[in-house]
């Protein structure tokens, strides 16, 4: 690169820090190289000197001095060269094979830049859904969300296959136990992550669960709200019900609604978090005395109780449906099939999915 060129911010990057848009687009040139020219004047952004923590908006144009080899950019799309700027146009751009856009494109893309073809294979096996803007999966139970002692391979660890053409990893924007399955939601670009990880703060998702429980709730419908805290020493991952006013403890409230019953033994349950504590379900299911089947923390039952034949000891909670405001506009509404083991259960004990897609709403 032996000219100035200047470059537009992108929607996507709004709030970005310069020197990680430096980083995105220009992975060749070194932090320290990168501070040497800004503290020169030799980047600017609108004109103005910056540091390397200033933020970008999108539409302000940052200007690029004359780079060493190896520290050109990312080839991802034209850019505007001189140092008066101005777009290059289609029509000097030579022709050249078109992109590929159809469904599964970015796995393709990712697979040819040399992604692990095993993560690559299984993200896209679990797909249900995919835009510009986000990934909705279907994860199955015992995959881990994110990395932890002991963990070789969990969804964040896998979504390194698919970085795009700027070097940006797909983002979580929320999370599921290791055990539960159902949907989850990932953002493709910072801006996508930034508005769906604002829906979850103001709590403007629907998110509803299902869960095969002992016994059978009464009333059938339901509000719970206690205050939760992490247990200590050996419980350290297990979440208690505990007093208004414990440290560390938080507010969390859960609806269900009795869907459909096997005798008095066992519940078919749809859940929603209100509030999105760590385990909560899971915790008030075993509060109102109806833990979930296959809880290895929560179960507890009495020495008579004897586990339903036929049915798998596994968690049997499943993150049925996902509704949300899309980054681009509009609604994002996903629902996922259950996992085998559920599938199982309700096959033995007569249930019909096409039952339980109620919310269990607060007005109940």
Known sequence: MAK?????????????????????????????????????????????????????????????????????PVDDR????????????????????????????????????????????????MLMHEDDAVFVFNKPPGLAVQGGSGLTRHLDGMLEAMRDRKGQKP????????????????????????????????????????????GVPKPPQGRVSTWLARGEGAEGEKMKVARHGTDDASHAVSLYSVVDKAGQKLAWLTMKPVTGRTHQLRAHAAHIGHPIIGDAKYFTAEDEWDFPGGIQNRLHLHARRLVIPHPAGGTLDVSAPLPLHMQQSWNLLGFDAAMGDADPREDK
């Open 4 to 72: 100035i060129e200047t470059r537009t911010v992108d929607a996507d990057e709004a709030g970005m820090r310069l020197d990680r848009w430096f980083n995105a687009h220009y992975p060749g040139l070194s932090f320290g190289h990168l501070q040497k020219l800004i503290r020169s004047g030799q980047v600017r952004v609108d004109g103005g000197r910056v540091k390397t923590s200033t933020r970008v908006e999108p539409g302000q144009v940052v200007r690029i001095p004359p780079l060493r080899a190896g520290e050109g």
């Open 78 to 125: 034209p850019r505007a060269s001189g140092a008066g700027g101005g777009a290059a146009s289609d029509d000097a751009r030579p022709a050249g094979p078109a992109r590929d856009t159809g469904p599964g494109a970015s796995f393709r893309l990712a697979l040819k830049a040399g992604g692990n073809h095993a993560d690559i294979d299984q993200l896209q096996s």
């Open 171 to 214: 983002r979580l924007v929320h999370r599921l136990d290791r055990e539960t399955s159902g949907v989850i939601v990932v953002a493709r670009t910072r801006l996508a992550a930034q508005h769906l990880a604002a829906a979850f703060r103001r709590r403007s998702t629907r998110k509803i669960y299902w869960a095969l429980v002992k």
